[in-house]
Nanobody, 128 residues
Framework: VQLQASGGGLVQAGGSLRLSCAAS????????SGWFRQAPGKEREFVAA????????GYADSVKGRFTISRDNAKNTVYLQMSSLKPEDTAVYYC??????????????????????WGQGTQVTVSS
């Protein structure tokens, strides 16, 4: 599976962006997926994740209520809708996929070590 993230950019605080992660591979629809981010000088951190069926999703406390993860398996794409953006959301955002939950429609992962496939990252900059 190859992942291609897009949709990043420069936005003012309070604004919105939608990130997309397009995947190649016929079995992506059975891969749990997630978004992580890394700000300059900081460790990569979990943002949001979804099971392959989208029946379960999870969010970091810092984005809960502002970000929404979704997926369209027919298009092999996972999205991250980001609203009420804050300057502290500035980071490179990475999408990731895991085949570890292939047989579990409800499992998602918050640990980056569970993901074996990563996109190249897309820069999100929020100005104050």
């Amino acid at each position: 599976v190859q992942l291609q993230a897009s949709g990043g950019g420069l936005v003012q605080a309070g604004g919105s962006l939608r990130l997309s992660c397009a995947a190649s591979g016929r079995t992506f629809s059975r891969y749990a997926s997630g978004w992580f981010r890394q700000a300059p000088g900081k460790e990569r951190e979990f943002v949001a994740a979804t099971s392959w069926s989208a029946i379960n999703t999870g969010y970091a406390d810092s984005v809960k209520g502002r970000f929404t993860i979704s997926r369209d398996n027919a298009k092999n794409t996972v999205y991250l809708q980001m609203s009420s953006l804050k300057p502290e959301d500035t980071a490179v955002y990475y999408c990731a996929a895991s085949d570890s939950a292939y047989y579990s429609r409800s499992t998602y992962y918050t640990d980056s070590d569970r993901y074996g496939y990563w996109g190249q990252g897309t820069q999100v900059t929020v100005s104050s």
